[in-house]
């Protein structure tokens, strides 16, 4: 069974930066897309950004600008830069694996990102 380990999070100031990452315990073959998506307290689970096999990179607009997806290959690996992040960026942060056209989904468990003002 795949598992997706998320790291890095925690408590930063406003305005600094923090980088996430997300590695798998065993290669994953036929990956269409590595990306992350976030759940503040209250609120529903939203996409944040998304990193696809050929390379291409999507961002939500809430983020655009200030984050920085990026995906190293060798490591089955997954990274989000954070810079100037912003007290409403608070959440629990979930790494997401899409695989075999879509019909293959891994989540990781999540890491918690405060964000103080």
């Known amino acids: 069974q795949v598992q997706l380990v998320e790291s890095g999070g925690g408590l930063v100031q406003a305005g600094g930066s923090l980088r996430l990452s997300c590695a798998a315990s065993e290669t994953i073959f036929s990956i269409n897309s590595m990306g992350w998506y976030r759940q503040a307290p209250g609120k529903k689970r939203e996409w944040v950004a998304r990193?696809?096999?050929?390379?291409?990179?999507n961002y939500a607009d809430s983020v655009k600008g200030r984050f920085t997806i990026s995906r190293d290959n060798t490591k089955n690996t997954v990274y989000l830069q954070m810079d100037s992040p912003k007290p409403e960026d608070t959440a629990v942060y979930y790494c997401?694996?899409?695989?075999?056209?879509?019909?293959?989904?891994?989540w990781g468990q999540g890491t918690q990102v405060t964000v103080a003002s």
């Open positions: 997401n694996v899409v695989a075999n056209s879509g019909i293959t989904t891994y």
């Open positions: 990193v696809t096999r050929g390379g291409s990179t």
